[in-house]
């Protein structure tokens, strides 16, 4: 079992940044791929980035690519997610999820564990 708990949320103005960390429970948190989802009002949940389980590894979606960056601290099963040069549109709840196995996956479905979820908003 591994609980997740996100923070790091808040409203941003654009052109901002923000950075999330999601802290989990449990002792092989290194033995887990993370991720980062989205889901804004009235759409699917979607995929944000990955990182293996060593940090080696990242994968991004197009829409964050080159402003959003994922990093791990297996010495404190933390992962975060920081977030620059924000736009409106990057609105959502994000959470992060985890899945023990050494690949990534864009798909919800392939995680088994999840967080709460974060608000983030970016307005003027």
């Known amino acids: 079992q591994v609980q997740l708990v996100e923070s790091g949320g808040g409203l941003v103005q654009p052109g901002g940044s923000l950075r999330l960390s999601c802290a989990a429970s449990?002792?092989?948190?290194?033995?887990?791929?993370m991720g980062w989802f989205r889901q804004a009002p009235g759409k699917e949940r979607e995929f944000v980035a990955a990182i293996n389980w060593t940090g080696g590894s990242t994968y991004y979606a197009g829409s964050v690519k080159g402003r959003f960056t994922i990093s791990r601290d297996n010495a404190k099963n933390t992962v975060y997610l920081q977030m620059n040069s924000l736009k409106p549109e990057d609105t959502a709840i994000y959470y992060c999820?985890?899945?023990?196995?050494?690949?990534?996956?864009?798909?919800?479905?392939?995680?088994?564990?999840w967080g709460q979820g974060t608000q983030v908003t970016v307005s003027s």
């Open positions: 449990g002792r092989t948190f290194s033995s887990y791929t």
């Open positions: 999820a985890a899945v023990r196995t050494s690949r990534y996956s864009t798909q919800p479905t392939s995680y088994d564990y």
